[in-house]
């Protein structure tokens, strides 16, 4: 009996099991970490031309395409159990109403606001997990080095305030469910994503198309919206699959602590931006903190492998 995990070829799996599985995990983080931060420079050239929920749209529907043409999702989908279908399709709906959100929430307030205020998920996560001084010691650099980093400022925005504490909370749900599709490993971690995101260009279209329209007959406005799709959500969603996989929830939610950090090194490497004194001191807390954390052991964890073998 075949696989369920893989639509694509043996040969290609077995590539990308060997891939995985000579890879730490949190090499897969950082880079999700890079195109996170690198995905809304192109956002910006859309958010001149089009209203959020248009951008937003654009991302998903370019990121599902890139699924679609990849992992061939649907056939996949198809072989799911009942519960698990479930989990995909709600995955989806997270992934939509949390890309639209988002791009609100940005348009109203200040971007390290809505970073703030998102890290507060994973900040709740992580504190769940939290069973040891030395974590604890992790997680409280590490929140510290966030609130350094992003400055949080309360703007008289109430729209935006909402739309930030609605990314926040769809976002504890993206890494609740995320972590739940990863369960049996990265290929098929991946093929449930692929599949999600085609749910999320549906339930996004009603919400965003339309908005969306005017950069449909132009290139730039199209290749930007590929770009913003590329960077801010296949790879770096494919690469949190590859991470979650292997990491437990409370690991990668403190790992999120990373961003804001990975943030202030693109700014001085792409676009110039000296770290002030309060930059630097944020990065510093933040190393520390993911330095300082010990994931705990986990026999379930140590038993699964990281991708499934692939038979012939």
């Given at each position: ?8 070829s ?106 703030a ?9 992580a ?22 980093l ?10 935006g ?27 098929p ?18 919400i ?5 329209t ?88 140590r ?9 012939s």
């Amino acid at each position: 009996m075949h696989s369920e995990a893989a639509p694509c070829s043996t040969s290609a799996s077995t590539l990308a099991a060997r891939l995985a599985g000579h890879t730490p995990p949190h090499a897969f983080f950082v880079i999700s970490a890079v195109f996170h931060c690198l995905g809304p420079a192109f956002a910006v050239l859309l958010f001149a031309h089009l209203a959020p929920a248009g951008v937003a749209w654009l991302r998903i529907a370019s990121a599902a395409a890139v699924f679609a043409l990849w992992r061939r999702p649907w056939r996949y989908l198809k072989r799911l159990a009942p519960r698990d279908r479930a989990t995909v399709v709600c995955l989806g709906i997270v992934l939509a109403l949390m890309n639209v959100i988002y791009y609100v929430a940005i348009d109203r307030l200040p971007l390290g606001t809505v970073s703030a205020i998102e890290f507060l998920g994973p900040v709740a996560l992580a504190a769940v997990g939290m069973r040891t001084r030395r974590n604890m010691s992790a997680l409280a650099l590490a929140v510290c080095g966030v609130y350094v980093l992003t400055d949080i400022r309360l703007a008289a925005a109430p729209l935006g305030l909402l739309a930030a504490f609605g990314n926040c909370a769809l976002f504890v749900a993206y890494i609740v469910l995320g972590h739940r599709i990863a369960r049996s490993g990265g290929a098929p971690g991946i093929d449930r994503l692929a599949a999600a995101m085609l749910v999320a260009a549906v339930v996004a279209a009603p919400i965003g198309f339309r908005a969306a329209t005017p950069a449909l007959l132009h290139p730039l406005l199209l290749a930007a919206g590929a770009g913003v799709g590329l960077c801010s959500s296949v790879i770096p969603y494919v690469c949190d699959q590859l991470a979650m996989a292997r990491l437990q929830r409370t690991t990668f939610a403190l790992l999120l602590a990373l961003l804001p950090a990975m943030a202030t090194v693109i700014g001085v490497l792409v676009l110039a931006q000296l770290p002030t004194a309060a930059d630097l001191l944020g990065v510093a807390l933040v190393i520390a903190g993911v330095a300082t954390h010990r994931e705990p052991p986990s026999p379930a964890a140590r038993c699964r492998p990281y991708l499934p073998r692939v038979e012939s």
